[in-house]
Every structure is written in structure tokens, then in C-alpha cells.
């Protein structure tokens, strides 16, 4: 297991925004400097709803990897890969089919709700259906221990979670396990097997979880254990089973307070977004054109930020005291909306010069950006080969 190993996709489907930023990338950036990150373009998944308009993919793939890197996300320190170029995704999908209750799909809350909502088209595809389950193959194929995703994700990093522990129900015995592990547990030298093999049994006899927690804590410090000796006995703690499969955390993200130009979501359906790395003057027009509160009519009218789009942009990019100027010059009517906004224009077009300036060389080079990918999917195969080792294996397609 890697608990410090960090994954998440974005679909290629358009171009990124503002609400990208805010929402996702940002938090990427963070993350990318306390774990080990592995961050993917979705290209497949892209197919299960564009499945009749793939050239969105082709377009918007190599701009999403330059708005990451504009964003910040650093190639040195995160992997970045193209789903389908490690076709292992595939094969572990096509692997986890065989043995998933399609009722675990078709509940799936997005199943529903993404068929209705997008109405226009037909997703009753064997592909859509499937799509969590290859997200769960994304995740597993990584072994990775935390999942950033927003709150729709969440039943997705769930039903992996089930995923992972019915595979390792299967297919996790093996003859001589028991053995095995009491053979991995005398490495932790004999006082802590001994402890090992007491908190198990207090979890296993008694259910006592404290206990269970405790003997993970002891494994994950033990430094002279390899890696199968550790997954070993992790899968020992809880019964007599190998993990083989690993269950994920989702790392939620705290929902994006972007709003978009009109004040609904930031959101390319709703035709209210600003492109990461929209032309300033493009900016400074959308800006300059939004909406404000109905009430103030004329300049002497007085408003209330709380029901004007701009109020919430100056809560992402005004300090205290600039937002305070707001509140008290709209309600007043001491300011007006042109002057109101202007701060707004040149705080947003400021942090985007920042990500022009990064994008610039993959703009002028996307030879940069293509090897920066091939690299990001060597190493991602990589990672991904040694768990299909596993996974065939216990599937008997190991036949040497
Ligand atoms: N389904 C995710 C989305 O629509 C994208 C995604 C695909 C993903 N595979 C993933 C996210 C694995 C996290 C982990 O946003
Ligand atoms: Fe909105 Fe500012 Fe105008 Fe008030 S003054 S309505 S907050 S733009």
C-alpha cells in the first residue's frame, strides 16, 4: 500500500477555467509537494459521454496538460500521463468485470442522474454503465491511498473501496498463506509479532477496531519489512487474505466557491466562464459586462453585495480591507459598479499573467508538453505493470 501516494483525472472535454483553477488544480498544487501525485488525463472516460464527438479529446487534451502546468503543477514532483496510454487500465477494467454485480453499477447515483441530465444523449452504452468501474481501475492500478475528487466523486472512490475488498475476497487466499504471514510477521522481531499477533486476534475474536488500527500503526512504522510482507500481513490483520487490491481514501476537496460571470457555478453549460488563460482584454470585457445587483438602477442607488456576482469575485480576490470598501460603498451607493469592479479586473488578470508566463514555452513548443506526457506514462506503466503482475497471477493467467 502507499498511503502517500496520491491519483486523480480530469476529463478532456473543454477547455479549463477559472473554476478549474479554484476547484481542482489549485489543490493539486498542494498536494504535489506533500505526496507522491499521479495526475491523469481522462481520455477514455471522455469517450463514455463524447463517445460521438471524440475531436474534443484530440483538441483539448495537450491545452489541459499546458492550463496544469500554467497552473503550477510541476512536472518534477507530479507524474502526468495519458489514461490511454497505459492500456493495463484496460485490462484491469476488462479483469474487475468479471467479478462486479452489475447492481453495484447501476446504482452508482451518477448512473441516473448524468442519463438524465444529459438528455440529448444516448448514454445507455455498455461504456457508461462501466465507468466507474474503469475509474476503479484507475485508482487500484496505483494502489493509491488517497483520491482528491469533489463530492459527485465520492460514491465513485466508494464503490472502488468495494471493488478492492470483494477482489481481494476472491482472490486473495493462497494454500500456505498462513504460514506465509506468520513467516513476515517473525521479521518485526519478537516482541512486536507477538503484539501483532495478540492485537489480531483481539480485532478478529472481539472486533475490537482500536486494536486493528493499532497493529496497522505498528506495520506502517516497521521499517524492515518488504513490501509483500507488509501487504501480506496487513491482509493477515483482517483475515486470512492477501491484499492484493488496495482500498483508497477520497481526499474531498472543499467545494469551489468560484462563482461563474453570472453568479450560478462556473460552468462551461452555463456560459458563464472565464478561460484560464483567457486574452486580458477578453477578461476585463466579461468583467466589465457582468451583471450586478438589480437594485442599483442608477449610480445613487444603493445595493447589497450579498446579491451581486461581483461581491462573491471579490471574496476570492479581495483582502479584507478592499472587501470591506466594497460593502460599504455599495450600500451606501458611494461607489459605483465600474469602479467596484476594477479591482476585480486587475486581480484576476494579475494571477493569469502568472499563468500565461508558464504556459508560454509549451505554447511556442508543445514538443515540451508531449515529452513531459511520455514520460509521465513510462513512469505511470511502470507502477501500473507491477500490480497486473499481481492481479494476473491470482486470476490464473500467469502461465508462464
Ligand atoms: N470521473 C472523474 C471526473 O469525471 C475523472 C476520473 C477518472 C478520476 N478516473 C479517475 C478522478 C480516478 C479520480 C480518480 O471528474
Ligand atoms: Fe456589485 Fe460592487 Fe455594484 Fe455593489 S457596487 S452592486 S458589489 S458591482
Not at 481542482?24 to 477514455?44: G, I, T
Not at 482528491?148 to 471493488?163: F, K, N, S
Amino acid at each position: 500500500m502507499y498511503p502517500q501516494r496520491v491519483l486523480s483525472g480530469m476529463r478532456p472535454t473543454g477547455v479549463l477555467h477559472l473554476g478549474h483553477y479554484h476547484g481542482v488544480l489549485k489543490n493539486w498544487v498542494k498536494l504535489q509537494s506533500e505526496y507522491e501525485c499521479l495526475f491523469f488525463v481522462a481520455d477514455w472516460h471522455a469517450l463514455t459521454t463524447h463517445y460521438d464527438d471524440p475531436s474534443v479529446i484530440r483538441q483539448s487534451t495537450w491545452d489541459m496538460v499546458i492550463d496544469w502546468l500554467a497552473a503550477g503543477i510541476d512536472p518534477s514532483s507530479a507524474t502526468l500521463f495519458i489514461q490511454s496510454r497505459v492500456p493495463e487500465h484496460a485490462e484491469l477494467h476488462l479483469l474487475l468485470s468479471m467479478c462486479t454485480p452489475l447492481g453495484w453499477l447501476e446504482r452508482v447515483p451518477t448512473y441516473k442522474d448524468q442519463q438524465d441530465k444529459l438528455n440529448d444523449k444516448d448514454l445507455s452504452t455498455y461504456g457508461f454503465l462501466g465507468y466507474p468501474l474503469l475509474q476503479a481501475a484507475d485508482i487500484l492500478i496505483y494502489r493509491a491511498g488517497q483520491v482528491p475528487v469533489g463530492e459527485d466523486q465520492v460514491p465513485h472512490v466508494e464503490l472502488t473501496r468495494e471493488i478492492a475488498r470483494r477482489f481481494n475476497h476472491l482472490y486473495g487466499r493462497e494454500t500456505d498463506f498462513e504460514e506465509k504471514a506468520e513467516e513476515s510477521a517473525k521479521k518485526l522481531g519478537g516482541k512486536r509479532a507477538r503484539l501483532l499477533l495478540e492485537l489480531r486476534t483481539r480485532f478478529q475474536e472481539q472486533g475490537d477496531e482500536s486494536a486493528l488500527e493499532q497493529a496497522k500503526a505498528l506495520l506502517q512504522e516497521s521499517q524492515n519489512l518488504t513490501l509483500d510482507d507488509r501487504e501480506r500481513l496487513f491482509g493477515y490483520l483482517e483475515g486470512a487474505r492477501r491484499l492484493i487490491l488496495v482500498e483508497p481514501q477520497a481526499l474531498l476537496t472543499e467545494a469551489s466557491r468560484m462563482p461563474g460571470l453570472d453568479g450560478q457555478k462556473m460552468s462551461k453549460s452555463y456560459n458563464n466562464t472565464i478561460g484560464l488563460r483567457e486574452d486580458p482584454d477578453v477578461v476585463a470585457k466579461k468583467i466589465r459586462t457582468m451583471p450586478t445587483d438589480p437594485a442599483r438602477i442608477r449610480r445613487t442607488d444603493p445595493g447589497t453585495p450579498e446579491k451581486c456576482p461581483v461581491w462573491a469575485f471579490h471574496q476570492i480576490y479581495s483582502d479584507e480591507q478592499r472587501q470591506d470598501w466594497v460593502q460599504q460603498g455599495c450600500r451606501s451607493a458611494g461607489i459605483g459598479c465600474i469602479e467596484c469592479k476594477q479591482p476585480v479586473i486587475d486581480a484576476v488578470i494579475a494571477e493569469q499573467d502568472i499563468f500565461r508566463a508558464r504556459a508560454k514555452p509549451f505554447e511556442e513548443d508543445l514538443d515540451l508538453v508531449k515529452n513531459i506526457v511520455a514520460d509521465g506514462c513510462e513512469k505511470a506503466r511502470e507502477l501500473a505493470r507491477q500490480t497486473m503482475r499481481d492481479v494476473r497471477e491470482v486470476m490464473g493467467l500467469d502461465l508462464g
